[in-house]
């Protein structure tokens, strides 16, 4: 996969450090980790308790299929054909910047994502509602 030209412009600083592909958690896409992100992510997960049955069976989950990958001088990413069989991925990709983190869909995952029918307004006030902004209860 070619990186869109924008997104490695903005990744110039970190694309020298690699990055880390994995399955996403919630949905049948791929999530690319600059390597900053996933060691950050890998060290919220080293403190879980491994003498809990269900950390350590999400620790296994989440680890199983993340893959080192670099930049090739063309540009370029290889993307685990494992990986890409779980994503659906097999020709036209959609590439989403997604906070600190990549997502990489196959076309028509990424497209059937957007057309879910989601009462915005109901997720929004869900999600967002309560969220303290400035440290006040």
């Not at 996403?24 to 060290?43: A, G, R, T």
Request: net charge negative; proline share 3%; hydrophobic share 40%.
């Amino acid at each position: 996969m070619m990186l869109p030209a924008g997104l490695k412009k903005q990744l110039q600083d970190v694309v020298h450090e690699g990055f880390v592909i994995n399955r996403d958690m919630f949905d049948k896409c791929l999530i690319l980790y600059p390597m900053k992100q996933w060691n950050e992510v890998s060290s919220e997960i080293g403190r879980l308790n491994r003498f809990v049955a269900k950390n350590v069976k999400f620790i296994r989950k989440f680890n199983n299929g993340a893959t080192p990958v670099e930049l090739d001088s063309a540009g370029r990413l290889l993307l685990p054909a494992s990986l890409c069989a779980y994503a659906g991925i097999e020709k036209e990709i959609k590439v989403a910047g997604n906070g600190d983190r990549i997502e990489i869909w196959s076309k028509a995952n990424y497209e059937a994502m957007i057309d879910e029918d989601v009462d915005m307004a109901a997720l929004s006030e869900e999600v967002m509602g309560d969220l303290n902004r400035d440290g006040d209860s």
